[in-house]
């Protein structure tokens, strides 16, 4: 007997180009034919990083790997739309789009109760990826919000120098610098 | 039957599920209101609006305190007439404005080139339709077909709300001008932006961040307004850490007649890391070329900023703020100028400047086309201005071999180079930058093709915007530069990102903070100042200009101890 794991394999090849279209249908008409269209990675970062993305969740899911080791690749997306026009609910929608694709494309097949009963499995899976999706844009916020301060410190070093109100330039880093920093997301930091 | 458990399949209908729309409720982008709700959404993509009182010092027009979140802007009563008339004014003086206006054809080779575009996807950021914002209402009062048929030919009828989206949009471009390299047409898309906010100036709207420098440049001579006696104690203050580093205590001469060069650099570089080790690294060169072979040159406190806000101002302002330049000149008797690492400086410099205050070198007695006497180049290309770019001196330097260079002191650097917009796309200046690091540092890899030299992406906060307040939206253009940045890095290693612009030194961090963590900025003459071998100086540096222990040098600095 076939499983759910199968026919989502056998689907991949629908269901992933259609998650990649209405992940970025979310942009304006223009915007999401370009993101869609173009296929240079540096002439289109959003539309390349969302291919990537989508195709690594996809078969991590089938995989049936830790959810939470799909941060960095959540990561990859979700870190550009934390900074765009987006409300939060926007910005991690298209984790739920993922749920409504599978029910489509596997419409017939669900007939199958043994099937539905391994797709609600699968769906508590992608609902638990949306809490992890819900940290990774949390934490980028925050990120934000931490480099407009380094920034701001940054612009007025000299004079926080002569006045003796830091001593070095790591007093900037209250994290350590920049870039060693990998905080933690905020279900990892045990003191949050 | 019992109730069906949740998480159980019977307790899902099928049907019902499909039907869920997941999409967020959103708005149509072309029915968007600029009204103070539309802006309170989007804290953090614009910019804190002028100060009534530098508007004041600046005598420009219609000084007064408001902010986007005001339903009422405060606009004169009759501020249709001054748009029209201003409007009119500017076809009248440029050709190229009503050029411009003129012949688009809307071809969409543009579209996708603006990193604003490509990293946010608001579609008024296609440089097309941010030009058409403005060009919409030319059409639609300034052409025959357009007074006739109006929206039928692409014509708006000019309302507040056109300004207030006029306000949102162009300070949403950094004048980098990118998209005008594929133009067929060459439609110089910053020209329009210069446009639209010049004739937002003349209803007294303008953002702080420019304005403030611009006044407070007018009054002291830099952007910063550090006065005399400041400038002079920074520079002391670097030649402390010169002297820790080096063992040599450098030179300082400021306002010295008879010098053979002005040196002018954007006054960022006095306060603001990372280009303060960058303005250290001039100071070492300059010191070095005296020791060695006899150049004097000096800084001045009037013109202490070659960096001219007055550029994403108005013409104007941009004459007035440029003019202290060549007056200086002649005052102090140089020969010749030399302009440090920056961005759209040069685009005033190489463009504007001998047009806009050309006259003020006659009497110059001293002008001479720039010449090094240390190697005997002629460089032509600014026998009219009289001032060169500091990577096209260092670049001759070391070419003729007149530096002494250990690059073993960057073998801990990866190196990428970032062209900056200004230099790239309006000064063409590719290969010095890349001959200098080159030389000074072993590892360096440049980024992919379509992101480096004409084509080069703009760090997202030139052309006025790169203040804190406008993060998002910063961080939105920074995109595309921080991606080629992530890959390089990836690929080769990459851990240092040079630029030569005093704007992307303050705004690039930012972006590699949040694009490529593990990636650091730096200026180029900050890497030439730590691979240089002064003459006299201590027998083995274990420090580089930021004070960081120098890797693979470090035993030394035990020895020291």
Redesign the interface.
Known sequence: MTGLKDHLKQKRGSIVPKWLTQSLQ???????G??LR?K???????GSSFAEVVEKIFDALLEEVEVETLQSALEGVI??RS???F?P??AI?FV??L??LV??EL?DE?SD?AL??E??GFE?RVDQLALVAFNVYMSCRE??CE??V???K??????LH?TGLIE??ADLEPNGP??N?SRPYPNQGGSR | MADPKP???DY?K?DE??D?D???P?EN?MDIKYDPAFYER?A??WIYTTKKQHIEYLGMPNPHDWSPTDEDWGLPDNWKEIIFNGIRERLDKYRSFKIFMDCCVRCGAC??KCHF???????KN?PVLRAELLRSIYRNDFTMAGKILGRLVGGRKLTINVIKEWFYYFYQCTECRRCSVFCPYGIDTAEVTMMGRELLHLLGLGVNWIMQPVASCYRTGNHLGILPHGLKD?LE?FAEDIEDVTGIEVDIPINQKGADILFATPSGD????PG?FTCMGYMMLFHELKERYGLTYTWSTYCSEAGNFGLFTSKEAMKRLNAKIYTEAKRLGVKWIIGGECGHMWRVLHQYMDTLNGEIKEGWKEAEEPKSPITGTVFENAKSTKMIHITEFTSDLIKHGKLKLDPSRNDHLNVTFHDSCNPARAMGIFEEPRYVIKNVCKNFHDM?P??IREQTFCCGGGAGLGT?EN??MR??GG??RG??VK?VHDKHGVNKLACMCAIDR?TL??V????A????VTGIHELVGNAMVMKGEKEQRTKDL??DPLPGFEDAEDDDV
């Open positions: 979310a942009y304006p008409g223009d915007a999401s370009f993101y173009e240079n990675q540096f002439a289109n970062p959003v870190k550009i900074v765009q026009e409300t609910s926007q929608s739920f789009e749920k409504q029910r489509q419409n669900l109760p539905r009963g797709l609600v508590n990120k934000v480099i407009r380094r920034e701001v940054r612009r007025v070093s000299r004079l002569r070095s330039d920049p870039g920093g | 998480d159980t399949m899902y099928h599920v499909l869920i997941y999409t967020p959103s982008w989007r953090g993509s579209a996708d575009y490509i990293g946010g996807g608001d579609p296609m920074t203050f006095f306060l603001a890391e303060t992919p379509n992101t804190d993060m998002e961080l939105r995109l595309p991606n080629a890959y303050a961090t930012t590699c903070e949040y694009w963590p593990e990636v650091d930021r004070l």
